[in-house]
């Protein structure tokens, strides 16, 4: 039997290497183990779709055949994004659904994104699924396929309920991923005029990885574009739509942190006390900020899975990570969706004359850092964190944190260090009170990194991996 190899199967998701670790083999005994952990469950029906990478295709037609013959109905959405797969909970009461894609890790990656009940699977879950295809006892049967290619749905959805107050002209960049088949149509008939760059589907990628937060990728075309002072904003989307960057009239990155705090502002304008669920790395000073607004935060766990199920704990409004993921209760389903969160501020940018940057001039003045995200390697990154940890946790002037990696408290400020749950990772950011408390926190965790064997160049925050 095919040896299928279990560091694939991540926290939050599938993810490999195609011909490395990935097989065409591998995605026909994911679908017959997903297939079989459905029907133990009683579900005999899943949606499924895919993103544009090369391998997609035939990673999909096995990972089906691998479903149907385990007894599961197929409803195919075919070529799509993310947010249209989540759609399909609403729109086609999905009892489960899965999408094969690897979001925005470069071309030579695939995976898949799973979930039951509109809750997303992972952690133990997931290896239950591995475990699965590793004892090999797969249920049986003759599935059927069908198709339902909902997304002129979800784009007719997003037409009905973004609406406009004047034109917005945007700059969008789609990496040449998938929402270069689904975005454009959409900016343009809610209002937007548009320079388009690499927004023709090509899933090799040859122009940058879809990845908004490597901005190195964006400056010679996308940010110099937007330097000319013609556009209103910019927007870049992930490799499968379900996370975003906004970019300001002058051609600057805008922290995730900001725009949860942008839409934040103006839900508590309709809805008083409100609930938003942040994860750990969103600044403080925004955190407080809604706060003084009469919202109610609650600092959750990095990631959708724990971010999804947190928020219809607590009734929240909005939940959104410093990664992009942003998720809209009011007025949506409560899922992440890239695309839709750019459709809102693309509406917030209309209500009124002002321009984005100046959204932002009554947050209070903190000295932060972008998100870093530098290898550490599979089997280090979980160690160092311990470490590290461990080093930090009897220091009484420290405030430690650690509902999601360490978020460390000082009197001049805080610095976040975790591991990604779906990369070999680490990740992190420092907020200084003034830049000579930034810069001391920034050393300090070059140097915390440093003796876990990990280089940390502020320079280059993101690393290739």
Not at 31 to 49: E, Q, W
Not at 66 to 73: A, H, K, N, T, W
Not at 211 to 233: A, C, S, V, W
Not at 423 to 451: A, F, H, M, Y
Request: proline share 3%; aromatic share 10%; glycine share 8%.
């Amino acid at each position: 039997m095919f040896d299928i190899d279990r560091s694939i199967f991540k926290q939050y998701d599938i993810r490999g290497v195609f011909r490395e670790n990935l097989h065409v083999e591998t995605a026909y005994l994911i679908g017959k183990g997903f297939a079989t952990y459905l029907n133990k469950r009683d579900i005999h029906s899943v949606v499924t779709g895919h993103d544009n990478r090369l391998s997609s295709e035939i990673l999909y037609q096995a990972m089906i055949n691998g479903i149907l013959e385990s007894g599961c109905d197929v409803i195919d959405i075919g070529l799509t994004v993310t947010p249209v797969i989540d759609y399909s909970w609403y729109e086609l009461k999905a009892p489960a659904t899965v999408m094969l894609t690897a979001s925005h890790s470069p071309s030579r990656y695939n995976g898949c994104k799973m979930a039951v009940e509109k809750n997303l699977i992972y952690g133990d879950e997931l290896q239950k699924i591995y475990d699965l295809i590793k004892i090999g006892r797969f249920t049986k049967g003759k599935g059927t396929r069908t198709f339902a290619p909902i997304n002129v749905n979800y784009y007719r959805y997003i037409l009905r309920t973004i609406k406009l107050k004047r034109q917005i002209k945007l700059v969008l960049d789609c990496g040449n991923g998938t929402g270069s088949v689904v975005a454009p149509q959409i900016f343009h008939d809610i209002g937007c005029s548009q320079m388009l760059y690499h927004c023709i589907s090509d899933g090799s990628f040859p122009n940058h990885d879809p990845y908004p937060q490597k901005i190195e990728g964006y400056k010679d075309h996308f940010i110099r574009e937007l330097k000319t002072g013609k556009y209103d904003m910019g927007v870049a989307l992930d490799g499968d739509c379900d996370r975003m960057g906004i970019f300001d009239e002058k051609g600057n990155f805008i922290e995730n942190d900001k725009i949860i705090y942008l839409h934040a502002r103006e839900i508590l304008k309709e809805q008083k006390g409100a609930t938003f669920v942040v994860n750990v790395a969103v600044s403080q000073g925004i955190i407080d900020k809604i706060k003084e607004l009469g919202g109610k935060v609650v600092i959750w766990k990095t990631g959708p899975p724990h971010m999804l199920p947190m928020m219809k704990k607590v009734d929240a409004m909005l939940g959104g990570e410093i990664s992009g993921h942003l998720a809209f209760a009011h007025r949506y389903f409560g899922y992440d969706d890239g695309i839709y969160t750019a459709c809102r501020t693309i509406e917030l940018l209309s209500r009124g004359d002002k321009k984005i940057s100046e959204y932002f001039n009554d947050l209070p003045k903190y000295y932060s850092t972008p998100e870093f995200r530098i290898f550490a390697g599979e089997d280090n990154k979980f160690k160092a964190i311990e470490n590290i940890y461990n080093y930090l946790k009897n220091d009484k002037k420290l405030e430690i944190e650690n509902v999601d990696g360490l978020r460390v408290n000082t009197e001049i400020g805080w610095y976040l260090i975790r591991t990604s749950q779906t990369e070999p990772l680490v990740t992190g950011r420092v907020e200084g009170k003034n830049p000579d408390n930034l810069q001391i926190l920034k050393k300090t965790v070059v140097d915390l990194l440093k003796s876990e064997n990990i280089e940390l160049d502020w320079e280059c925050p993101i690393t290739k991996h």
